[in-house]
């Protein structure tokens, strides 16, 4: 079994900074890509950051310059700095990873449960 398990996320006034961080654990052989999605109320979700396991990274044009996406392959962990945060920021956000498990030859998506940013004005 695999879970990933979020931490951080809460309250912020705007222009704030809030870190986000998640864990992978389990029969894990091999993590690919790693990402930060998120979800408003009333929209869909949305890719925000995104890490290869070579690291390159890419962004959704709305956080270029603020979030910073990271990886320690190593802890199986994936983090996202969050600077300047602005109220349209507020969201759900979600880790996602694409896992490879011990014994098998197939990856597979996972995803941690959320939690909360929520940006006031």
């Known amino acids: 079994q695999v879970q990933l398990v979020e931490s951080g996320g809460g309250l912020v006034q705007a222009g704030g900074s809030l870190r986000l961080s998640c864990a992978a654990s389990?029969?894990?052989?091999?993590?690919?890509?790693m990402a930060w999605y998120r979800q408003a109320p009333g929209k869909q979700r949305e890719l925000v950051a995104a890490?290869?396991?070579?690291?390159?990274?890419n962004y959704v044009d709305s956080v270029k310059g603020r979030f910073t996406i990271s990886r320690d392959s190593a802890k199986n962990t994936v983090a996202l700095q969050m600077n300047s945060l602005k109220p349209e920021d507020t969201a759900v956000y979600y880790c996602y990873a694409n896992i490879v498990r011990v014994g098998e030859d197939v990856t597979r998506r996972y995803w941690g449960q959320g939690t909360q940013v929520t940006v006031s004005s």
């Open positions: 389990g029969s894990i052989f091999r993590i690919n890509n």
């Open positions: 890490i290869t396991s070579g690291g390159t990274t």
